[in-house]
């Protein structure tokens, strides 16, 4: 896991008394080795030939001699740098990253079962009014005819209920926050849509539609429309085109 942003205390810099003694070039190596380490999930291999070029020294050298009188603020263990303040940090940070990814995991499955009961109670509204109309669609026929031919109750085709495993919900939540991470939702009704969409492939594998590679190739259809001025637009357009969805969102 990457971490791109982590808290910098600029007083431990500045009230660290070995820092305010380094030469402008001892601080430049030090400060330089800290920021490689915070990208490089804090460590990185000994080497002054590869360390010099990233510090900007003249040559190998010259990173030598300055690394004597810096090297005493990191920890040098079998060829491996680390710092301990950049540890402590980057450990924080992940603890963070994680909380809130799980927080909106949490609340994006509470969000996805919300959807499905209120999908759920208006299918069986759907039904109720169906088997009603039925009743007296088929009351009306026996009061009209005694043949046995015309017997029949009236017939169409039943709203189709779905339902969706637990395996099929984990994928779909799988995909719509990959799909929410690629085109952040600016409004509720991006977020509407997104969720229609992954319903709507859920559905299509269940039936036989699409196989499960149909969801890398949205997130790939999503990727193209990053870099429009309106990405949602633009990936609807694709859909429309590659898959025929026809559902549009508001802008």
Not at 67 to 94: D, E, P
Request: aromatic residues 8%.
């Amino acid at each position: 896991m990457k971490i791109k942003y982590v808290q910098l205390e600029s007083d431990a810099f500045l009230t660290d008394l070995d820092f305010t003694l380094f030469t402008p070039a001892e601080r430049g190596v030090f400060v330089t080795m800290i920021l490689f380490l915070y990208s490089n999930d804090g460590k990185c291999e000994f080497d002054p030939a590869a360390l010099s070029r990233v510090c900007n020294c003249e040559n190998e050298q010259q990173f030598e001699q300055l690394w004597q009188i810096v090297s005493k603020k990191f920890q040098v263990r079998n060829g491996v740098i680390k710092h301990k303040r950049v540890t402590k940090q980057l450990r924080i940070a992940k603890k963070k990253h994680n909380d809130h990814r799980k927080a909106g995991k949490k609340g994006a499955k509470a969000k996805w079962q919300s959807h499905n009961k209120a999908d759920d109670a208006d299918t069986d509204a759907a039904e109720a009014k169906e088997r009603k109309g039925n009743v007296i669609e088929k009351e009306s026929k026996d009061n009209n005819s005694n043949t046995s031919s015309n017997d029949q109750s009236f017939s169409s085709s039943n709203p189709v209920r779905t339902r969706l495993s637990a395996d099929d919900q984990s994928k779909a939540l799988n995909f719509n926050e990959a799909l929410i991470g690629i085109i952040p939702p600016r409004s509720r009704s991006d977020r509407t849509c997104f969720y229609n969409l992954t319903k709507w492939l859920v559905e299509g594998v269940a039936r036989g539609r699409f196989n499960h590679e149909i969801f890398g190739r949205v997130l790939d259809y999503a990727k193209e429309s990053q870099a429009g001025q309106k990405p949602v637009a633009v990936f609807m357009a694709i859909l429309k085109k590659e898959l025929g969805y026809e559902k549009k969102c508001k802008s």
